[in-house]
């Protein structure tokens, strides 16, 4: 740096400025003539130069203009900060036309290019290093902005654009008078994005894996679920961020769920991050909706949704997210709108998580469950009975760790049905199950030889005409409940 009194107009002054050794020399000379400066020379073992001109000596506040060029390595960043160092490598030049009020530093204005080059940043929250090989962000004056920078992450990919007009005033803004960061706008673009490129740990437990062992209060491969879900999931600091942007994915690979043609919208402010817009293609359905997280305090953080699914396949669908496993096959349009407080390791409170919606099972077939291999041997039915089906769904509701149904209607060839009670997110059954049954499948069957009453008025039933006269027996109800 150069201090002192600026010479005379016809005055001028060399100085030579030699320190350092090895790559951090610094060296070079200084020509003052009139109201200019002039610097070239070498910083950090790299060329550069700058030019300075000074207007309004006489005023209070003369004006400065000038040029800045040259080319540093981005790890000699550390050696103009405290703290932990910045765990990046690379490179950057930058050539810039600087100019404001001398004394007002916050006020001035500086544009140009800096060019970026085999960049990369080590992070201990990522799995591989983030890298961009090549890169220009332009300085406008009182802002930035940067076009299409690509980011490599393992095998991921991502193609980043955004502005912000006012972000370098922002900067050159003292801390203490600075106020809120400006607002930065962004696009992220990526052909595909890789979970296992993303977070540590192991690659094959996801969040549903997480979220079905804390509703079922298990540990997933040996650990507590809050214990991996603490190790991936960590509090991002936005509380200086304003930031709204646009998202598409076209794979999101996250085995063994994937979805493809993703987009949304994203907006930060202070901590408060809505997702809105949300499209994309997964479970075989399309996907829509929006999402709010409410991160300006402390645990528990607030969680709010809205999410609609349509033509998915319901076997994925309920594997991946309960422990129903694939119990009914076909395609299911799902409705889900609710809330949950998560803890710090961004996993649901069971015991507050509320939610309403509607499923349809358009059609499908119900799978080797249990319960339906039970009543098929109690009714005596055979194999193909009570499997495939129509029409099952209706409203549901998400309280006190219940799935709560309430007259869920279906018909399965010749048998009407229904389905009413609960469901725990922890496993266990609360069912009321009501049938329309065809007379003739209740004869020979262990309802009908428990006993001899039974089985006469079975047969009196079965002979009796339906209500339309029309010749065919009337169905009988049966009304079995379940438990466990």
């Known amino acids: 740096s150069v201090t002192g009194k600026l010479p005379a107009a016809t005055e001028t002054v060399a100085v030579a400025i030699i320190g350092g050794a090895g790559d951090g020399a610094h060296a070079g000379t200084v020509g003052i003539t009139d109201s200019r400066v002039d610097i070239t020379g ?8 700058a030019r300075a001109r000074v207007t309004g000596l ?27 160092p910045l ?46 090989a090549s890169a220009t962000v332009m300085l406008t004056g009182t802002g930035v902005r940067a076009e299409g920078v690509p980011v490599a992450i393992g095998g991921s990919d991502l193609s980043v654009s955004f502005s912000s007009p006012q972000l370098v005033r922002h900067y050159l803004t003292e ?35 997480l979220l079905k062992a804390r509703f079922a209060g298990r540990e997933v491969a040996g650990r507590p679920p809050e214990a991996i879900a603490s190790e991936r999931y960590r509090r991002p600091d936005l509380s200086s961020i304003r930031a709204r942007g646009a998202v598409s994915i076209g794979e999101w690979v996250n085995p063994p769920t994937s979805a493809s043609d993703v987009s949304f919208q994203v907006d930060v402010a202070d901590g408060l991050v809505e997702i809105s817009q949300v499209a994309g293609t997964v479970y075989d359905g399309r996907l829509s909706g929006d999402a709010s997280i409410d991160l300006r305090a402390e645990p528990p953080y607030e969680l709010a949704y809205d999410l609609e699914l349509r033509g998915a396949g319901a076997g994925s669908l309920l594997e991946r997210w309960t422990r129903l496993g694939r119990a009914l096959s076909g395609v299911v349009d799902f409705e889900i709108e609710g809330s949950a407080p ?24 119900f799978e080797e469950l249990g319960l339906f291999q039970a009543l098929r041997t109690h009714l005596d039915l055979g194999p193909e009975r009570l499997r495939g089906f129509r029409d099952l769904g209706g409203p549901f509701a ?26 725990g997110l922890a496993g266990a059954l609360n069912l009321d199950l009501a049938f329309l049954l065809p007379p003739e499948l209740l004869r020979n069957t262990p309802v009908a030889d428990a006993n001899e009453t039974i ?24 009304r079995m409940r379940v438990g466990g």
Request: net charge negative; charged share 20%.
């Open 398 to 423: 998400i309280r006190e760790g219940q799935f709560v149904v309430q007259n869920w209607t279906f018909t399965a060839g010749d048998i009407q049905g229904a389905v009413s009670g609960g469901a």
């Open 175 to 209: 801390t203490a008078a600075r106020g809120p960061a400006p607002p930065i706008e962004f696009t992220a673009r990526s052909s595909r994005l890789a979970a296992e490129d993303l977070r540590r740990g192991p690659n094959d437990v996801g969040y549903a894996d």
């Open 58 to 84: 006489g005023e209070p506040n003369p004006a400065v203009e000038g040029h800045l060029s040259g080319e540093f390595g981005l790890s000699q960043l550390n050696d103009f900060r405290e703290g932990e």
């Open 342 to 365: 998560l803890d710090e390791a961004f996993l649901p409170i069971t015991s507050a998580f509320t939610a309403t919606g509607n499923a349809s099972f358009v059609e499908g077939r």
């Open 42 to 49: 070498r910083l950090f073992g790299r060329p550069f130069e």
């Open 87 to 132: 765990p990046v490598e690379g490179s950057a030049s930058v050539s810039l036309d600087f100019g404001g009020p001398a004394k007002s530093v916050d006020r001035w204005n500086v544009s140009g290019p800096v060019r970026l080059a085999n960049v990369v940043w080590t992070t201990e929250s990522l799995p591989h290093p983030v890298r961009i």
């Open 455 to 478: 089985e006469r008025l079975i047969a009196q039933i079965g002979g009796a005409e339906g209500a339309a006269g029309d010749g065919e027996a009337a169905p009988i109800p049966l």
